[in-house]
């Protein structure tokens, strides 16, 4: 058995506030050298699903650059199906307003695909996940519908478009809900679906054109309150991070640093791809001093660095001091600069002597090409 991969690159780019102004979510750096979409499209290539659509809203720009051809991810090749599904392209005329409404502009994809099934997810949920195992749970369940579940939110925090799940024995769904508080019974969906092909399309074309845009309010919630759909909830088990917000996603950028989680995210047997960039080894002087940090490729590293994640092509000036921050691609932090919870976005110019602290539950950003 086969899945199509659905992927939404757009659904939380309010909540991530600045870092998305002029980038997807999906296209969003993490770790040092990744960038949140990595990681879903990771896991459907390693279970086996080499048809996969992503859907676009705007800003999409620096998410095709990423991506390219899919070359890094073995889906170039003649018998995969990768496609980047920017909005108007079928001929629609509105920005979608939901994640239901979004699917409406990937109909033609899932008309021409040949799986039985579709696999759907957010790009903001990173973990390491066999879809293979969800797809064997939900043809065995017989339901309409899988919700793939977790436990092991290790950032929780409920929303109003947090959807929450109890399961029985069995995995079928008893009682379902959005927004409200994660009990010891009860599971935190993760954004990510199994649903026969076929059954999407109809659910689509019936709802869009009433007027109903989201799959899990306007679906889920309306037709299992009528005992109208069959619910299988399938558990992960494994730890699960949530970028959810600025401060869950500047948290969880530190937490790969936790060798267990770490060890639980990036797998020998099932990698995390990304795209390829050859640069040099990182140069570090005899005066740097560095501190339980995450440094990437082609940096300079001449200042002293304490519990911060550093990307590509970054330089640290002699004298400069950095904690507890994010410092991303291209920039360059001058000499004595000084800087503390801060989330440093690509190319931008911290000038000498500059100071940038931010607190601990509300780190300073810097804008994408900014001069402090």
């Not at 899932?110 to 990173?126: Q, S, W």
């Amino acid at each position: 058995m086969k899945m199509t991969g659905i992927i939404f690159s757009n659904i939380y780019d309010i909540s991530l506030g600045d870092l998305t102004m002029n980038r997807t979510v999906a296209s969003l750096p993490f770790g040092g050298r990744y960038r949140l979409v990595d990681f879903v499209l990771s896991n459907m290539v390693n279970s086996n699903v080499s048809s996969i659509g992503i859907i676009t809203k705007y800003n999409y720009q620096s998410l095709m650059d990423h991506l390219g051809s899919g070359a890094e991810w073995d889906l170039s090749r003649k018998n995969a199906n990768f496609y980047i599904l920017p909005p108007f392209a079928s001929g629609i005329t509105n920005v979608y307003r939901g994640n239901l409404d979004a699917l409406s502009n990937a109909v033609r994809f899932l008309e021409a695909t040949k799986p039985d099934y579709v696999i759907m997810c957010d790009t903001t949920v990173i973990c390491n996940i066999n879809f293979e195992k969800a797809l064997d749970s939900h043809v065995e369940s017989g339901a309409d519908v899988t919700v793939i579940a977790s436990r092991n939110m290790l950032n929780y925090e409920g929303s109003d478009s947090d959807l929450i799940v109890i399961k029985d024995k069995n995995g079928k769904a008893t009682d379902l809900a959005i927004g409200q508080t994660l009990g010891c019974d009860s599971l935190a969906g993760m954004g990510m679906y199994i649903v026969e092909r076929e059954y999407l399309i109809s659910i689509i074309n019936s709802y869009v054109a009433r007027g109903r845009y989201s799959f899990e309010k306007d679906f889920l919630l309306s037709r299992f309150a009528d005992d109208r759909v069959n619910i299988n909830v399938y558990e992960f088990t494994d730890p699960v991070l949530r970028n959810h917000n600025i401060l869950a996603y500047f948290n969880n950028n530190f937490r790969i640093m936790d060798e267990q989680i770490r060890d639980n995210i990036f797998k020998t047997k099932a990698p995390i791809y990304t795209k390829v960039r050859d640069e040099a080894p990182s140069y570090y002087s005899e005066s740097c001093v560095v501190n339980d940090s995450l440094i990437a490729d082609g940096c300079k590293i001449k200042g002293k660095l304490d519990t911060t994640i550093v990307f590509r092509d970054v330089t640290i000036e002699e004298g400069a001091k950095i904690k507890n921050s994010i410092i991303m691609q291209g920039t360059v932090v001058g000499k004595g600069a000084k800087i503390e919870n801060a989330i440093i976005d690509k190319n931008a110019t911290i000038t000498p002597g500059a100071t940038l602290i931010g607190g601990s539950g509300s780190p300073v950003i810097v804008h994408k090409g900014d001069t402090i």
